[in-house]
């Protein structure tokens, strides 16, 4: 497994060097809007799924790379990953550069996530909704949380924190895009007070279709009703209604069928960021269009053309 993506161009982060800590899709939410497919591992335990020297490796030779921030992110919630503070300081170690979690925010109710990300540089949770209807019905959250709980968690780490705190909020057309819905939204992130408020919406295609953009004239007009006011952060050039994902998923598999090869390789080829490779690749291989193969150099993937495909079961 590779840990490290990037360093990718990003709007708030510069060049950020992603660190992917926990399997793709493991995750306490199953958002509607999730641009990496549905969560195939919903959990609150915390684990350790990382070897840590292998992580350290990887980011000691991305180095000369030159990234503005170490970014704990990827695939799924980060949080999950046990004992990230000491992970932190390992980074912080090695490398002179500041180290952002982004997370959903889910498990800062917990004392022990709490602790472990007074660590790092900067820390980027989400606010999605303002009430628990709407956190069950777009962040389809674990059953054992709460929207009270994660209201807590927010509030208590910015008490505790002395990093930056950048709070992140993505807006649906339809659901959370009305004034009254922001309004509630806007309260709560009064109290919690973070340092940046952020305005986003989906720009990509997400798991669910009828999880819908807000336009940018009513996102930059809804910037105002936040204090501090909302900066907007969506990146409008991708269009999630634009058939992008045929066109990229087409090209991975073009690129299969001449020779197997890694996500890397492909996102080296074809200039797609990890997660969208990952996300590509598993649609390909649901489809069976596509099979891993595990080499003594990583997992490698290569088309299956149609006299590789299985056989009809006879009994159907
Ligand atoms: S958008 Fe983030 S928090 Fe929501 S399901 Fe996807 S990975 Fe999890």
């Known amino acids: 497994m590779n840990y490290t993506f990037g360093p990718v161009p990003s709007r708030r982060l510069g060049r950020s060097l992603g660190i992917d800590l926990v399997p793709f899709k493991t995750c306490t939410y199953d958002c509607i809007y999730c641009q990496l497919g549905r969560t195939t591992d919903q959990t609150v335990q915390r684990q350790d799924y990382v070897h840590w020297e292998l992580v350290i490796e990887e980011i000691r030779r991305k180095l000369d790379t030159r990234p503005d921030y170490i970014t704990l992110s990827g695939s799924g919630e980060p949080t999950l990953c046990a004992g990230l503070g000491e992970l932190i300081q390992r980074i912080q170690a090695i490398a002179n550069i500041p180290v952002a979690v982004l997370t959903n925010g889910s498990l800062l109710w917990r004392k022990d996530v709490r602790q472990e990300l007074q660590h790092a540089d900067l820390v980027v949770p989400s606010l999605d909704v303002g009430d628990e209807a709407r956190f069950r019905y777009i ?5 054992s949380l709460s929207f009270d709980q994660l209201i807590e968690g927010l509030v208590a780490f910015r008490r505790e924190y002395r990093g930056a705190y950048w709070l992140e909020v993505l807006l649906l057309a339809g659901y959370t895009s009305i004034e009254s819905e922001v309004k509630k939204i806007a309260e709560l992130v009064r109290r919690i007070a973070p340092d940046r408020v952020h305005l986003n919406t989906v720009t990509r295609p997400p798991v669910e279709s009828f999880a819908e953009p807000v336009p940018l004239e009513q996102l930059t007009r809804l910037a105002d009703l936040f204090e501090p006011r909302a900066e907007v952060i969506a990146d409008y050039a991708r269009d999630p ?3 992008e994902s045929t066109a990229s998923e087409s090209d991975i598999l073009e690129m299969l069928l001449r020779r197997p090869c890694s996500i890397q ?11 969208e490779a990952i996300k590509y690749v598993e649609h390909l291989r649901r489809q069976k269009r596509v ?8 997992v490698y993937y290569r088309a299956l053309r149609p006299e590789d495909q299985p056989p009809e079961d006879p009994q159907g």
Do not use: Q, T
């Not at 390789?265 to 997660?275: F, P, Q, R, S």
């Open 241 to 243: 209604h634009e058939s």
């Open 291 to 298: 099979e891993s193969v595990v080499k003594p150099r990583g």
């Open 139 to 143: 962040n389809r959250p674990h059953a």
């Open 265 to 275: 390789d492909i996102v080296a080829a074809l200039g797609l960021h990890n997660n």
